[in-house]
C-alpha cells in the first residue's frame, strides 16, 4: 500500500490489504469490518487491531482526497505552442530489471509491456528542435525509460545537440534511472553537462531493495545500484553530496 500522504509504502498481509481495500472504495467503517470479518473469521481482530496502531503510529490515511483540474483544451494547445516547459523523452522501452512491481509488468494491464523499441535520432531531434522554438526562456528535457541508459549514446547525442542549439535559453536537464548501469565512465560525462540531475531508485536495505527490484533470472540489483550511487556521488563531489542530504 502507498499512503500519498506521508510517501510510505507499506506492506500488508492479504486481510489487511482486504480490508484497506474496501474501506477506501466504500468510505464506510462498519461495511469494511463486516465483509471482512466474515471472510477471516478470529484472525480478522488481530490483524486490523495491528493495522490500526500502525496507521495511527505512522500517520497513515491522513491526507485529504486528491482534486483534479482540467484545462481547455484550447489552452493547452496554446501552452504547447507558446510556452512549452518541458519534454520527456522515452529513449527506450527496454529495461535491463524486471521488477516485480513495474508498471510495465504483465500484471499491469493498464499499461503498454516492455518492448524492444528504441528512440531514433530523428524523433529525438523533432523533439529537441519543437520545444527550443515553442518555449520561452527555460526548457526542461528529461530522460526516461525503460531504462535511459540502455540508449546512452542517443542521450549523449540529444544533450550536445540542444547545448548546441539553445542559442539564449537555459536547458537543464533530468534522467530517472534504476542506477544499475551507472559506471564512473557515464557519471564523469554526466559531470560536464551544466544542469544535469540525476532521480535514482533504490527501495531501501538490500532485502528489502532485493524483494522487488530484480533482474530477468530473479536476482536482486542490490549491489549494482549501489555501485552506480557510488559512482555518480565520487564524480559529483562536495556538489552531489549536497543535494543528496
Not at 528489502?208 to 542490490?222: I, P, T, W
Request: glycine share 6%; proline share 1%.
Amino acid at each position: 500500500m502507498y499512503d500519498v500522504g506521508t510517501g510510505k509504502v507499506c506492506q500488508c498481509s492479504e486481510c489487511e490489504y482486504d480490508f484497506l481495500n474496501e474501506l477506501l472504495q466504500s468510505e464506510n467503517l462498519d461495511m469494511a469490518i463486516n465483509k471482512n470479518a466474515s471472510k477471516y473469521g478470529d484472525m480478522f481482530i488481530d490483524e486490523i487491531s495491528n493495522l490500526i496502531e500502525g496507521i495511527k503510529t505512522h500517520h497513515l490515511l491522513c491526507a485529504e482526497k486528491l482534486k483534479k483540474f482540467e484545462r481547455k483544451e484550447k489552452i493547452v494547445l496554446e501552452k504547447a505552442e507558446t510556452d512549452l516547459q518541458q519534454i520527456t523523452l522515452e529513449l527506450t522501452e527496454c529495461c535491463n530489471l524486471a521488477c516485480r512491481y513495474c508498471i510495465y509488468g504483465e500484471e499491469n494491464s493498464d499499461f503498454r509491456e516492455f518492448g524492444n523499441r528504441v528512440m531514433s535520432w530523428n524523433v529525438a531531434k523533432a523533439a529537441v528542435d519543437y520545444a527550443l522554438a515553442h518555449s520561452k526562456r527555460k526548457i526542461a528535457i528529461t530522460f526516461y525509460g525503460g531504462e535511459p541508459l540502455l540508449n546512452f549514446e542517443l542521450l549523449k547525442q540529444i544533450v550536445e545537440y540542444t547545448l548546441k542549439n539553445k542559442d539564449n535559453k537555459e536547458c537543464t536537464f533530468s534522467m530517472t534511472t534504476n542506477l544499475t548501469l551507472l559506471s564512473k565512465e557515464i557519471a564523469l560525462y554526466l559531470l560536464t553537462i551544466p544542469q544535469f540531475s540525476v532521480v535514482g531508485s533504490i527501495d531501501g536495505n538490500k532485502e528489502v531493495h532485493n524483494q522487488n527490484r530484480v533482474y530477468k533470472n530473479g536476482k536482486g540489483s542490490y549491489n549494482a545500484a549501489i555501485l552506480g550511487l557510488k559512482n555518480i556521488v565520487e564524480a559529483f563531489g562536495e556538489r552531489a553530496k549536497e543535494k543528496l542530504y
